[in-house]
């Protein structure tokens, strides 16, 4: 199957029409094909403003004059070796919090059950829960990586379920990941107790703050990849960059990575059998120029390009041993 | 009791240190005062993003240069009749929407109980409900005067508890306003279906749509204060006036009054005995030049007004009546 | 043909996934439906900047709440009467500044050539000559319906083909518009030149300046109306109402009319034989508010609103005379 | 003499180059003009932020699309009748707060001497007793007409001298301006103390609040311009109108006319003996759409063909009685 | 004494109410604690716009989610062994600035006085001299450790007392900073004059321009930490930083330090005995997404974690020999 | 000759005025001049909106602060080498895409007839074929320089003559520049199709890819300067930068260099032979905080010491042998 992919008559540099995810085709039940890309629109109105909700069509937006055909980072030609649509937003009302994780949930429980590995657009980080328990119910228990600012398994408030900021720590609680082959990456800034990172570990996952990352680089995430082993979930928090190289995102924490960093250790989890994955934190409403949206339809560009790396390398190496012929 | 007002030593043309409204004092009990001026940073996500919740502080904020010692409009020193103070916000943690309502509904209770009349800075529509719930519990129903460009009555996200719309619905439902002591004014845009305004009146409730309104003038407001009769809930959400004078706000509907007209409808509550209030809608993040805030911080000045002129008028008038001396 | 409209299960209250206008089905051939709203990203770089060829997709996405089942003002259930599609846009490259017109004037064509009325969403000016081309090649000269501050007839740019500021002047010169039935209103500010009024109206042409119509209000409307006689063409440029109510458009008019003026006026268009109309001028880069796009989609949805009137006049009147039953 | 006007080859369509004002000559010693449009970037950094001192290069910059050549609303050639050119800026560096109105005063002091009527682009209010100083030094007490949301007379900060509030106050101790001549207009919003538009009216000056102009009209412009008698000065901040026309600005007072209303009243000064005026307060850094900047430059074209009307008359009624032939 | 210190049970994931800098406790008389936060809204209008004088409330405002508990790069829980309060700020009218900073030179001092350590949030680099003396009259002759794009010690503007720029020239002519313990540090861009480095390292002080800090690193700050032996005053311009990571600032100097790097320069300040701080230079009206604020209400936390550095070596040092037990 | 330069007395500090670039004196016939600064308001409205046709001017007005007599990185005093001008910009009118390119040809010609430099101030990457057409015809084939985030010479958009995108490959075909002595450095992002690096090498441009670049360095720069051998064009696209250091401009590409990366890359072509130079790209529209602006003018100011640098080298060596003395 050729399947889906960008229009190359008239490609991205013509922003032209409803904006679908670099213009790939709308389609409203996307069974068969390898990857669909879906707005997760949580917003439950924690972050700083600026719409969580919104962001998934800023990212559209933002995405129509990306030139995705061929990623020279990673020497492909992506859609050769994939075909994706855009399967349009999960049916999520503004407002109807306590509505939206099991709407998500369902959304992309159904795109796990016809094989297709769903590329979410945030939303804020309520989003993740959903996605993981989607993911799991299918997949089983999950190699986490994520990229983000914080360590987001604190749980501040104790009293509102699904909340933003506990999703890793009842990932686990509920199994849905697995901390051994888990690898959250980045986190800096404050603390709300001097205990939070050691509590982490102490479940097994391992972290590494962006002070040890900066330091250490592409190897880090090599050894997460290894760490791995077997299917995975890619989740980028915008908020993982400085503030400078995406300003319209949540809780801003200063003395992060530049985008090129950030986007070389993305590119890094190569070899990743990425079975999930989402870019989240997009608050349009307060980057009038838009470079957060911007860096968001890259990295997705970047993770679309590491499943077809993924595939490309199935596919040389032929039929698994024990395939039927 | 002269009791609380801002300083006029140095008055409110030193925006200097941290803001609180008009640079009242900032008081946690404020019990013996008349009025207390109190956040409701309630924010459920659905607005277009902003951040409802950081209005209440934008409000404060926009209020440091009002110079609010003297009221020409009214020709009335305010402060020589009433004792305000800012309470600070009700404990609302961002993203805690299930857990916001009844926090922001036992703020407001405690204030009610002590006999002082809350002055609430919003917050997205949800917040409505919270207050008429304190206030209808010690004063019984209110009459509702509400300027807004949406009903607010029709309850289009049905599966979700105290959301965003149904306010004035659940109120009527729940006894806390008296739909024929109530008229709610400005409503103007599309609606989701044909009978929307017809099932609101048919509540009983007096419905003024923004092009009525523009043609009658105060003289709508004068009627409503009269069928008001008793205690009354002011509110304003700073959609009601067309989206060039509140540019940070959520729904936006093109068409409406200007300030100076809302201004001046608002004004004419004049004798109206209000016992709750608030202002609402305000997203600061959207709007850089801050011109929402300060029309909010003005509705709030003039509101606190309003309740100066009924004691003013009440001290003119000497004891009620039947009064021990 | 009952035909499409707006989703009414899970109305515009939910504005997730791309953007459509007003959420109407996304159709590329809309051959047989009433009215296809289609995007004209013409954008020569003229304008103070702010992107008038992102100004389609910015007036959908500001469409998305607009609720717009009944239109109250008008008292009509739009889609009632109406089948209604988003055509997508005109497939103008950005940059392709001698290409865009042909570009656009073909899509149209089409639209009219398959009985459908085009509503144009701008773009800058100087899409305005593609569709009246495109239009009266099909329905002979047009009456023509100007809100605009600008009398757009001047060609202060006489080197360039098809330039913003003289389409008007063209229209005339080829014959798409019949100035004895075309009213142009609004226009203020200063001029080129003493005689530029004048020499437009030595053409035909009624000219109303916005102290004139601000005078003598809806009345010049209805007139302008009753001169059109047949087959209309209503274009209404952002920059018709003052700055306040449309930051994000280009050679601003400082003293102009209010949203609420506006819209009165283009509702007093009732009656008129519209065949093919547009909103134009919208740059949503300078504008981080978004009340431009906002009033843009207001001002379509009152458009397609007086549309339906038509329609729905003519059905109560029965088919006309002589028509086969 | 003919003299110095804006290019009519390429007219202000082509806002190209460095910007002066309406594309002016820029002339250093413009001695034997009519008017010099001057910039006074005085900004003691009271204002909410924006940058006062950067205000005159906005409003040159957006005054380059005005058009100027024939203004309708007063049915005249402007600079038929009038020599004008830009003299650049007073020599005002930012941060000189103490030199900075002595440097104006000179600058300014020099265009009387020359016979040069100044028209000042501000520049916070601070600005305004230097105008005072430099024209009453050469015409003797004025005549001021002020529309300003603020009385500007009541010195809320005391301590410190040239102040921004207390310009009003001292011209009138240091005689420069005849307070029974003398109209301001437009005051509304709270005030510091009750008694601060009796106290201004004592001294003699007639106040129109915004209240009361808002219901009298033009009218009120006209017994303003009859009681000026002879040499008058037109102040205009543009804080005058609703923060929705001018959100670039400082104390923002919401409840003010609209640009429409501001810019009738002002033409309501014809017949007006102009010897200085001013348009002040734009603060361009708080208003990303440039809205504020451009009413600016609307109300100094204005102006100018305010001064050319008076020229025009006088021309056309012949050389004064007794006048050397 | 334990002391004050943000609230631990609802911690700053809450920013509601009125901010106070990490929700500090407001105390007017911080006498006893160990450091006041105290904010300086000095404001000249030499800035490209954006309110300094608003700058100390949007650090506040800022500062509200940091999470300050613990500091996980200097693994310190910091108010364990800091009590620290909220002083407000500085009593200065907007616009007084010729008594600016003698007020708030005598807040400060009455900080010294008491043995307080004053964190200042600035305001623009006119208030650094008030800081200087007042912490030298009571501390004698301090080091300079300064951050900062530019050298501050030229005096472009010579007519002008206590102007922006000439404050570290000053202080070294009143004798309040020893030159031969002070570093400045991250000069780049233009120079008015060749000489202006060469000049200020004439007097002693230790200059390290940009280019020299980035490829020598945290060295320079242990050697400057070294050189300054005793007393230390530590002042962050925010201008320091590349403006992409600042860009509500004052004169922006492209091809700065990120902000990663620029608080890993910062907290090589360890060690040194800092009885004084500050940082300034926040415009917050030009910087819609708020970064600027965010990166200096981290710098002011990274500023008080060292201080509580140093307490906590002192404390497990015991006391000083020779102290009565 | 001494020639033109800032002024001295009255240095940048002061921002007062109409902007020229760096307060050079705008001259409108620079023949004798060393350099002239020309802006190129070349805009097909391609970019993502923000008005590149008011580029030049908000890099002049973003360059009067710079403070440009002494040069720190290159320890040079520019002016001392080299005279100067403003020469405004060619006569290109807003909407003219057709007439742009041969306008904006001919007032480079003529500088460079004359024996002068131009440094254009950009516009879009349209302007770049006019400016190596007008150089070429004087100079002969040229040595290109471009640091840019796109090839440029893939002509995405075939069908429009002149149009962004492919100017390099029209300068190769033209024969303006000699490929074996011109290095394209920075390229990074998606690209059209796979071959695009390969097909430009294949012409013997040399390719140097952002990746590859921030390995090598300045070392890449060196060789780019020797191989050009003779008379050089450099070309600097804001773009070139990380997003985050010019959010104001157009195809945003993230991932890139740090403004401190650019600039010291732009500072190693010391010793190349520039005969003509630009730098493009700035909208300023959409990036409120103006650092794009301010960024460009920091890249002029280096391009004009690297022109100093060549002249103080020339003027160290002497007279080349064979001049007349």
Redesign the interface.
């Known amino acids: 199957m050729k399947g889906y992919g960008p229009s190359v008559a008239?490609?991205s540099?013509?922003?032209?029409?409803?904006?679908?995810f670099l213009s790939l085709p709308?389609v409203a039940d996307p069974t068969g094909v390898d990857v669909a890309v879906i707005?997760l629109?949580g917003?439950?109105?924690?972050?700083?403003?600026?719409?969580?909700?919104?962001g998934?069509?800023a990212v559209?937006?933002a995405s129509l004059?990306?030139?995705?055909?061929?990623?020279?980072?990673q020497r492909l030609?992506v859609f050769e070796h994939l075909s994706v649509v855009?399967a349009?937003?999960?049916?999520?009302?503004?407002?109807?919090?306590?509505?939206a994780p099991a709407a998500m949930q369902t959304a992309l429980a159904a795109l796990h059950a016809g094989g297709v590995i769903p590329l979410g657009l945030g939303g804020?980080q309520?989003v993740l829960l959903a996605e993981l328990r989607a993911a799991a119910a299918v997949r089983g228990p999950l190699a986490l990586l994520q990229f983000d600012a914080h360590i987001g398994a604190g749980e501040?408030?104790r009293?509102?379920?699904d909340?933003?900021?506990g999703a890793v720590r009842r990932a686990l609680d509920e199994g849905l990941i697995d901390p051994r082959r888990s690898t959250l990456m980045g986190m800096?800034?404050?603390?709300?107790?001097?205990g939070?990172?050691d509590e982490a570990r102490f479940s097994g996952l391992t972290l590494v703050?962006?002070?040890e990352l900066?330091q250490l680089g592409t190897g880090v995430v090599a050894r997460a990849v290894e760490l791995a082993g077997g299917p995975a979930f890619v989740s980028f928090d915008v908020d993982f960059v400085?503030?400078?190289?995406a300003?319209?995102t949540g809780?801003?924490e200063?003395?992060?990575?530049?985008?090129?960093q950030?986007?070389?250790l993305l590119r890094a989890c190569r070899g990743l059998d990425i079975v999930g994955a989402d870019v989240l934190g997009v608050?349009?409403?307060?980057?009038?120029?838009?470079?957060t949206a911007?860096?968001a339809a890259?990295v997705a560009?970047e993770i679309l390009t590491l499943i077809a790396c993924a595939r490309a390398a199935n596919a040389a190496a032929g039929p698994p041993a024990g395939a039927a012929t």
Chains 1, 2, 3, 4, 5, 6 share one sequence.
């Open positions: 008239l490609p540099a013509s922003p032209t029409g409803s904006a679908t709308a707005g629109p917003d439950t109105g924690a972050a700083e403003g600026g719409g969580a909700h919104a998934p069509r559209r937006e004059t990306l030139r995705p055909i061929y990623n020279p980072s030609q855009d349009g937003d999960a049916a999520v009302a503004p407002g109807a919090t306590q509505a804020d309520t501040p408030w009293d509102e379920r909340s933003h900021g800096r800034g404050g603390l709300c107790a001097a939070e990172y703050p962006w002070d900066a400085d503030p400078a190289f300003p319209g809780a801003l200063c003395g992060g990575p530049t985008s090129a950030a986007l070389a608050l349009p409403g307060i980057d009038p120029s838009h470079i911007r860096l890259t560009f």
